[in-house]
Every structure is written in C-alpha cells, then in structure tokens.
C-alpha cells in the first residue's frame, strides 16, 4: 500500500475512532479498487451495489443498539443522486465526501493526494500533483507509483526502512538506537528538514539527535495539548501552533499514536513529563472544560480530577460521569496506579449520587405498598438495592486508598462526604417508606417466599432429585448475592429471589429459621439474660451446635457439616474430604462478615465483605468438584454499615437495656415500654411468632441508644437492607473448555520492578502455543508475603468482576489466539515483606498460571 493509500486508511480509521459510523460518498468512483484492498480492524464494510433496498436491509440491524455501531458504509455516488434514500444514515454518521467540512472529512482526491505526499515530495511538488489530479490526469493507481524515488529521502529511508514522516518521528522518538547511523551518515539535517515540513518543527540543532528528539517531542506535545484546550489560558497564548491545519493535525496524531503505541509508552511518559515541567503546566489555573478533552500531561490529569471531584461534589452531571469513566479506562490511569484508584472511587462516588437521585424521584411518586416497594428494591436492571451497592463499594475504595497529602485530596474527601450524606438521606427515606408500607400490610407480602420456608420449599426439594449444598452466610445482604449472582461465569449458572427475613434480624433468630421445621409452628423465646432465640416445636435453637444439631437430625440423609474457611483449605483435610463425598446434603457456615463488622473493625469488616463474595465465588467451584449439583445460598439478615450515627438519630429504647429481653441499636425485645414517634412498635404475635413480646424497630436509619456495640454496623431492623434476604440457587452447567491451560503461554509485564506505593499495575498478555481457538478465561492475579494474599483488584483494563475478585480475560478480536492485553490494578491491603511474588491464578482450577518473583516492596505507608 502507498503513501496516499496509507493516508487515506488513516484517515477512515480516525473518522472511525472518533464517530464509529461512517458514510463515505464516492460520486467519481476514484477509490472503487482501494476499497477491495481496505483493511479495518473491528469493522465492517457496507457497500452500496445498485440497491439500497439491499442496503438498508443490511444496516439496520446493525442499528438496533443503543450506541452506533463501528461501521463503514460505502456508496460510489454523490449524495445527492441517493434522492435521501439514506437520510436516516447521514442524521447520525460521520459522512466523508469531496468537498466536505471539516478537511479531515474531505476525500477529494486531490485533496488527498497533496496531504499524503506532501511529506514524501515536497510542498512545492505535492501542489503540482494536485494540479495533475484536478486536471484528470493521474489517477489513485497513478499516485501509488509516486514515493521515495519521487523526493522522498533514500538515506532517511534506508536507516528507518521509511520515509514516512509519521514512521520515522515515532521510530526517532522512541530512543537512541538511530542515532549513531543518522550521525555517520550526516543525515540529521535531512532528518530535521523532514520534521519542518511534516511538523512545522524549527529545531534548535541539526547536529544533536538528543536535542533533536526532545524538540520534536515538545513541538508534538506542545501542540497536541493546546488544540485540545476549550481556551488557552494566558499562560500559554505565546505558544505558537502552525499555521497549517495539516501540519497542526500531523502533530497531533503523532503524539497520539505515540502514546497508545504499548512499545513506545516508556519514551512517551518520559518526554511528557519533561516537557510538563518545561512549560511549567503545575502552575497553570486550568478550569474543568477547558482541559476535559486533553489526556496529554499527567499534571493536567491530575488536575481535570480534582476538577471533577469538585464539580461532581457540587452538582450531579451525567456527563462527568460518563468523563469520569472514560478517564478510568484511559492512559494515565492506566500507567499511574494511584490514579486509576482514584479515579475508580470518583466512579463510584458518581454512581452512588446518581443512584441516590434516581431512588429519590422514583420514591416520590411510588405507591406506598410493601410488595411494590419490594420488587422495585430487587427486581429489573435497576433495583434501588444498587443504592447499596454503590454505598458498599465507595466505602470500601475509600478505605483502602492511600491519601498521602491530604491537601492533593481535599476534593475527593469532599466528594465522598457529599456521596455519604446522600446515601443517609435516601437509605433513610427509602427505609421509612418500606417500614410504613410493611406495616400497613400487617407484615404480609404475598407472593414472596418466607425465609423460614427456604429449607422446605427449596433445599429438601432439591436433595431428592440430586446432591445439594445449603451454604448460609452470616449478614449476607440481598444486594451482595445479587453481585456475586451476576458475577458467576458460563459455568455455574444461577439464579436469585428475593425472601422476608424472619424479625428480629438477628444471628439468633435468622440461622434458625433457616433451618428444617422452621416453615411450622415457630416461636421468639428468652433464651437466657439479654438474649432471645427460635424454638421450633419444643427445641429451642440460639447458637450454631444446637442448630447444626437440629438439622443434622432431620435432614433426612446424610449430611456433612462445615464451614466456608475448611472447604477452601488447601489441601483439604482427609476426613472433611470423605464427608463431603459420602454426603447427600453439604452445610457450609460462614460467620466473617458478621463477626468482624460486630468487632467495630470497620476497614476489616468492610475488606471480609468482598473477601467472601469472592470466597464464594470459589466455593460454588469446589463443591461442584465433590459432586453438588444444586448449590443453595442464602443468610441469616442483612445490615447497615455507613457513618456513625449522629446523636439527633440516636433514639431512647421503649424500656431500659437493663428490662429489655433483648436490645440491639436496631431493635428491641421486650414487654410493655413506651411508644414513641420515632419507632414502630408492635407484637410479635403479628408476625405469629410470639404471644407475650413485643418488637420495636426505628421507622428509618436511626438506632436505639445501647452501651457497647458497633458504631457504624448494625442490622436487627425492617429496613429492606436488614429484612431482605437472598435465595441464591446455582446449577453447574457441563461444558468443557476449548483451550487447555497448558496450551496458553504467558507474558507478565510490571509497571516498576519495586513497589513503593499502596498501588501496583501489571498488565497480562496470553498466546495459544498451539492451533486451539482461546476461550474467555476467569483469572485472580494476587501479591503474595510471607505465603500470605496482602491485595485485592482495584481495577482492569476491561472484564473486571466485581464482587468476585476476578478478571474475565477475552480473546483478541484481530487474532483469536491471543489474549487481548489486560493492565490490572491491584490495592495492597497487607504489610509486605522486602520482596513480594505476584501470581495469576486461573480461578475454575486455583492452578498457578504464571508469576514474578522477588519484587522489591519498600512502602512508607507501612
């Protein structure tokens, strides 16, 4: 392909890149034949054949989405001999035609043909190119034949294997290792020449390829900075641009081809840190939309952050949302760890404001009937339970992310009190409302299953078709098994439902009503001082061996009973290994989120949250291993876990702690007492769980005052975030993997070869060494210590899960035998020791994958 071909691909692609549809009109027909040579990675092309019945037909389903797709529409005729027949298409496509604005859309060949070689020839041989071509004497077939031998420069192309002004600035920029031909050769004035008339480069010396490059790297930079700027600050007006608009372009797509080039990344941070110090771009007071489409500079990065922080913290807008996210997935998040963090937290910060919003309004004009406000909390695309989601996901970020200065954070912590308070004052408004509506409805929701009805409806229903698993996981909220849900790979489908916890919500009365019998007649009991528990027929269950006893007894077949840390245990314990093999029914326990989280550790207990989801993630793999074919999931309550109440939310209890059967922060057990407008109070006897106590519960987010105790934890109440508990079924689905994991050669590439910060990116690159086509692919990638896991996944480049810890590493859409590169981050959440290893893990099998060993860490933050 030549110069004006090559062009010509480059200039589709970026109207591709920056609009993805593309309508191209051809009315003279001159690139008919290119067009069978035209190669576009991830795209299609239409082409219009004498009918656009044919035509339409063809695109419209590529339509159907909610973003256009990536496509190159093709019609060797003007636009306007199609008599609007593709109306609809030039609404919403970039339409490349002779003539059109801006010139970067104009495929006048002409046009074209003086761009392309005016590099390779000269200006002054390039204008008279133009001339021939207007005059219909050179074709596109005929340009092809014009290069190097045209004006190009034999000695330039000899050491660059190009002439290409473009090739050979990037193939320059990258480092030294032409510079000692270029100087045996005298050609850096030639070279320099080149640069001026391709980039408008006066450079400062001919002489100095050091000198040289950095003049070239600034004149790039300089210029692709300041023409992404909504306005150019004072500062910075001196700075000229070229006067060329080609010239101008050339710039900037050099630098930005320099930059997503992965081989050239070093060169490129290197030069973009100079060149930000050399215009001293740190002092520049740059406003929000004045930088929000430049990704040049890390300083200027770093300021659209903050900039953004703040403007998010004062008003809610979609579209720095959406920045927000771009900024996530781009380059200097990707380079910089720490930023990528940071900008993930503003993501979430963002969601959670705009989560918030959305429930507010909907709220308003929801009717006040509990099954309704139910299915809106977990139901659909969209439930409110994201509400939570978000919260759970913020807190955690913020408590894992290293501040450093506080002054660089001041905007951020602004940011994510505003995100805290929303979230109180919806949460609030949210738990009131479902509290009234459950109590107008006298606490009955038809239609939705009890949990006391889960063993009996669904566990023992499931065991005599097939081996089952019954896992209950202590403070397993609703909207924590909805992620793990939807995180679930290919082959351990699930399925999830929404049931009514059993009041009050506590460890006590909710594990025992998970258990068999509990579907019967049931009773809320005192079970010694300050405490309450279930009593089914004449047995009353108030800690985990009476109630592991209990169902033991009347499971009905064997049953193995363990817990959560045992089963994942490597390697497993022979004994356990034959209980789970030779049993019917497999009890799994898990009581960390609970017991941290009660402990008032708040940064632990926030980490078990998504320690366990993943854990989980993991056990649904290890018990399909010892031949579970139905996995049931399900807990015991949900929680609140946000900031520590004020005291106008603290709220007297209707009797004393000392009279009081049993009082929690957000419920009460008891007889008698006083009513207050700040609780609901009403008779366990309405639940028919009681004839002689009575339960008070806070209408919203408040706690009753109790000594001792969590400060921000708590769960008890009837807010749907306490009530609502998940009914989590999986069923592993038979399928075997195309690609064997030996079969997959692995590349691992560190960011730095020392860990100094409280973050660390390392991106992963895979190839089948064989003829076997890749399959997506579940990964963990860990830092190791001591034999210890001391991090978690803060972000990816794409296929992040959340929840589970894991990343889902595609194949390469251009070669199905590669993995499409993946830089992931990850968060330490341990003290390491003077090294480190860093391990992929395949997350089916727990089988090393690949792994860097004797990482030097050497962290202040410790």
């Given at each position: 392909?030549?110069?004006?071909?090559?062009?010509?691909?480059?200039?589709?692609?970026?109207?591709?890149?920056?609009?993805?549809?593309?309508?191209?009109?051809?009315?003279?027909?001159?690139?008919?034949?290119?067009?069978?040579?035209?190669?576009?990675?991830?795209?299609?092309?239409?082409?219009?054949?004498?009918?656009?019945?044919?035509?339409?037909?063809?695109?419209?389903?590529?339509?159907?989405?909610?973003?256009?797709?990536?496509?190159?529409?093709?019609?060797?005729?003007?636009?306007?001999?199609?008599?609007?027949?593709?109306?609809?298409?030039?609404?919403?496509?970039?339409?490349?035609?002779?003539?059109?604005?801006?010139?970067?859309?104009?495929?006048?060949?002409?046009?074209?043909?003086?761009?392309?070689?005016?590099?390779?020839?000269?200006?002054?041989?390039?204008?008279?190119?133009?001339?021939?071509?207007?005059?219909?004497?050179?074709?596109?077939?005929?340009?092809?034949?014009?290069?190097?031998?045209?004006?190009?420069?034999?000695?330039?192309?000899?050491?660059?294997?190009?002439?290409?002004?473009?090739?050979?600035?990037?193939?320059?920029?990258?480092?030294?290792?032409?510079?000692?031909?270029?100087?045996?050769?005298?050609?850096?004035?030639?070279?320099?020449?080149?640069?001026?008339?391709?980039?408008?480069?006066?450079?400062?010396?001919?002489?100095?390829?050091?000198?040289?490059?950095?003049?070239?790297?600034?004149?790039?930079?300089?210029?692709?900075?300041?023409?992404?700027?909504?306005?150019?600050?004072?500062?910075?007006?001196?700075?000229?641009?070229?006067?060329?608009?080609?010239?101008?372009?050339?710039?900037?797509?050099?630098?930005?081809?320099?930059?997503?080039?992965?081989?050239?990344?070093?060169?490129?941070?290197?030069?973009?840190?100079?060149?930000?110090?050399?215009?001293?771009?740190?002092?520049?007071?740059?406003?929000?939309?004045?930088?929000?489409?430049?990704?040049?500079?890390?300083?200027?990065?770093?300021?659209?952050?903050?900039?953004?922080?703040?403007?998010?913290?004062?008003?809610?807008?979609?579209?720095?949302?959406?920045?927000?996210?771009?900024?996530?997935?781009?380059?200097?998040?990707?380079?910089?760890?720490?930023?990528?963090?940071?900008?993930?937290?503003?993501?979430?910060?963002?969601?959670?404001?705009?989560?918030?919003?959305?429930?507010?309004?909907e709220l308003k004009g929801a009717p006040s009937v509990a099954a309704q406000l139910l299915r809106r909390y977990t139901g659909g695309e969209q439930p409110w339970c994201l509400l939570d989601t978000h919260q759970r996901n913020l807190e955690r970020?913020?408590?894992?992310?290293?501040?450093?200065?506080?002054?660089?954070?001041?905007?951020?912590?602004?940011?994510?009190?505003?995100?805290?308070?929303?979230?109180?004052?919806?949460?609030?408004?949210?738990?009131?409302?479902?509290?009234?509506?459950?109590?107008?409805?006298?606490?009955?929701?038809?239609?939705?299953?009890?949990?006391?009805?889960?063993?009996?409806?669904?566990?023992?229903?499931?065991?005599?078709?097939?081996?089952?698993?019954?896992?209950?996981?202590?403070?397993?909220?609703?909207?924590?098994?909805?992620?793990?849900?939807?995180?679930?790979?290919?082959?351990?489908?699930?399925?999830?439902?929404?049931?009514?916890?059993?009041?009050?919500?506590?460890?006590?009365?909710?594990?025992?009503?998970?258990?068999?019998?509990?579907?019967?007649?049931?009773?809320?009991?005192?079970?010694?001082?300050?405490?309450?528990?279930?009593?089914?027929?004449?047995?009353?269950?108030?800690?985990?061996?009476?109630?592991?006893?209990?169902?033991?007894?009347?499971?009905?077949?064997?049953?193995?009973?363990?817990?959560?840390?045992?089963?994942?245990?490597?390697?497993?314990?022979?004994?356990?290994?034959?209980?789970?093999?030779?049993?019917?029914?497999?009890?799994?326990?898990?009581?960390?989120?609970?017991?941290?989280?009660?402990?008032?550790?708040?940064?632990?207990?926030?980490?078990?949250?998504?320690?366990?989801?993943?854990?989980?993630?993991?056990?649904?793999?290890?018990?399909?291993?010892?031949?579970?074919?139905?996995?049931?999931?399900?807990?015991?309550?949900?929680?609140?876990?946000?900031?520590?109440?004020?005291?106008?939310?603290?709220?007297?209890?209707?009797?004393?702690?000392?009279?009081?059967?049993?009082?929690?922060?957000?419920?009460?057990?008891?007889?008698?007492?006083?009513?207050?407008?700040?609780?609901?109070?009403?008779?366990?006897?309405?639940?028919?769980?009681?004839?002689?106590?009575?339960?008070?519960?806070?209408?919203?987010?408040?706690?009753?005052?109790?000594?001792?105790?969590?400060?921000?934890?708590?769960?008890?109440?009837?807010?749907?975030?306490?009530?609502?508990?998940?009914?989590?079924?999986?069923?592993?689905?038979?399928?075997?993997?195309?690609?064997?994991?030996?079969?997959?050669?692995?590349?691992?590439?560190?960011?730095?070869?020392?860990?100094?910060?409280?973050?660390?990116?390392?991106?992963?690159?895979?190839?089948?060494?064989?003829?076997?086509?890749?399959?997506?692919?579940?990964?963990?990638?860990?830092?190791?210590?001591?034999?210890?896991?001391?991090?978690?996944?803060?972000?990816?480049?794409?296929?992040?899960?959340?929840?589970?810890?894991?990343?889902?590493?595609?194949?390469?859409?251009?070669?199905?035998?590669?993995?499409?590169?993946?830089?992931?981050?990850?968060?330490?959440?341990?003290?390491?020791?003077?090294?480190?290893?860093?391990?992929?893990?395949?997350?089916?099998?727990?089988?090393?994958?690949?792994?860097?060993?004797?990482?030097?860490?050497?962290?202040?933050?410790?």
């Amino acid at each position: 392909m030549g110069h004006v071909a090559s062009h010509l691909q480059r200039l589709i692609a970026r109207q591709l890149d920056e609009s993805r549809l593309v309508l191209w009109f051809d009315p003279e027909g001159h690139y008919t034949e290119f067009l069978s040579t035209l190669q576009l990675a991830n795209t299609p092309i239409m082409r219009y054949d004498g009918s656009f019945l044919a035509l339409r037909h063809a695109i419209d389903p590529l339509l159907a989405g909610d973003a256009p797709p990536r496509l190159l529409v093709y019609v060797p005729l003007a636009e306007e001999a199609t008599e609007n027949a593709l109306v609809e298409l030039t609404a919403i496509a970039a339409v490349l035609k002779p003539g059109q604005s801006p010139v970067q859309r104009n495929t006048k060949l002409a046009l074209v043909a003086r761009h392309a070689l005016r590099d390779v020839i000269g200006a002054d041989k390039a204008a008279e190119l133009e001339r021939q071509v207007e005059a219909g004497r050179l074709s596109l077939a005929d340009l092809e034949l014009i290069g190097e031998a045209d004006g190009g420069s034999a000695v330039i192309k000899s050491i660059f294997a190009t002439s290409v002004a473009s090739d050979v600035a990037l193939a320059f920029l990258s480092g030294e290792r032409f510079d000692r031909q270029l100087a045996a050769r005298n050609a850096l004035d030639e070279l320099a020449q080149l640069f001026a008339r391709a980039f408008a480069l006066t450079a400062p010396s001919a002489s100095d390829p050091v000198a040289l490059r950095a003049a070239l790297a600034q004149q790039a930079l300089t210029v692709e900075f300041l023409a992404g700027l909504d306005r150019v600050p004072p500062e910075l007006v001196t700075i000229p641009l070229p006067a060329d608009p080609d010239q101008l372009q050339a710039c900037v797509d050099l630098a930005r081809t320099w930059r997503m080039r992965r081989d050239l990344q070093g060169s490129y941070i290197a030069h973009a840190e100079r060149v930000e110090q050399t215009l001293d771009l740190a002092r520049v007071a740059f406003s929000l939309d004045e930088i929000r489409a430049t990704e040049t500079f890390v300083c200027v990065e770093a300021t659209l952050q903050a900039a953004v922080e703040q403007a998010l913290r004062d008003h809610l807008d979609p579209e720095l949302l959406i920045l927000a996210q771009e900024r996530l997935r781009g380059f200097w998040a990707e380079q910089r760890p720490a930023l990528g963090a940071r900008w993930a937290l503003v993501v979430t910060a963002g969601l959670l404001l705009a989560e918030a919003a959305r429930i507010e309004r909907e709220l308003k004009g929801a009717p006040s009937v509990a099954a309704q406000l139910l299915r809106r909390y977990t139901g659909g695309e969209q439930p409110w339970c994201l509400l939570d989601t978000h919260q759970r996901n913020l807190e955690r970020r913020w408590h894992t992310f290293e501040l450093g200065n506080l002054t660089a954070y001041q905007t951020l912590e602004g940011l994510v009190t505003r995100a805290r308070q929303r979230f109180m004052d919806v949460g609030d408004a949210l738990a009131s409302a479902f509290v009234r509506a459950l109590a107008d409805a006298r606490f009955a929701i038809p239609d939705v299953p009890r949990q006391r009805d889960i063993f009996a409806s669904v566990v023992r229903r499931a065991m005599q078709a097939e081996k089952t698993a019954y896992v209950l996981v202590d403070a397993l909220r609703y909207e924590m098994a909805r992620e793990l849900c939807l995180g679930l790979d290919k082959d351990y489908p699930g399925t999830i439902e929404p049931a009514i916890g059993t009041v009050p919500g506590i460890t006590e009365i909710g594990m025992a009503a998970l258990m068999p019998g509990a579907e019967g007649q049931v009773a809320v009991v005192p079970a010694g001082p300050g405490k309450v528990g279930l009593q089914i027929g004449e047995t009353l269950l108030h800690d985990r061996e009476s109630r592991m006893r209990w169902l033991g007894a009347q499971a009905g077949a064997p049953v193995a009973i363990t817990t959560l840390e045992a089963v994942l245990e490597k390697p497993r314990k022979a004994d356990l290994q034959r209980q789970l093999d030779e049993a019917t029914l497999v009890v799994v326990t898990s009581q960390e989120i609970d017991k941290l989280a009660e402990g008032d550790n708040i940064r632990l207990a926030r980490k078990a949250m998504d320690d366990t989801l993943a854990d989980l993630s993991q056990l649904i793999r290890r018990l399909t291993e010892v031949g579970c074919k139905t996995i049931v999931i399900t807990a015991d309550h949900g929680y609140l876990f946000g900031d520590a109440l004020d005291s106008d939310m603290k709220i007297d209890p209707p009797t004393s702690q000392r009279a009081a059967v049993d009082l929690h922060r957000r419920v009460w057990i008891g007889r008698g007492g006083a009513a207050d407008e700040g609780y609901l109070r009403t008779s366990l006897a309405q639940f028919g769980l009681s004839n002689d106590l009575d339960i008070a519960v806070p209408w919203g987010f408040g706690a009753f005052k109790v000594s001792g105790g969590a400060r921000a934890y708590f769960h008890g109440g009837m807010s749907p975030q306490e009530l609502i508990t998940p009914i989590l079924v999986a069923r592993p689905a038979v399928t075997g993997q195309a690609t064997p994991l030996s079969a997959i050669s692995w590349e691992l590439t560190t960011g730095s070869r020392k860990i100094t910060t409280l973050f660390f990116s390392m991106q992963i690159k895979g190839r089948s060494a064989g003829l076997f086509a890749l399959d997506p692919l579940r990964v963990r990638v860990e830092i190791h210590s001591r034999g210890e896991v001391i991090s978690e996944l803060a972000a990816a480049t794409y296929g992040l899960v959340d929840g589970a810890g894991e990343v889902e590493l595609l194949p390469s859409a251009e070669d199905p035998q590669r993995i499409e590169p993946n830089t992931v981050t990850l968060s330490l959440t341990g003290k390491p020791g003077k090294t480190v290893s860093v391990h992929l893990v395949d997350a089916a099998t727990g089988r090393e994958l690949g792994r860097i060993d004797k990482l030097e860490a050497a962290i202040l933050a410790f």
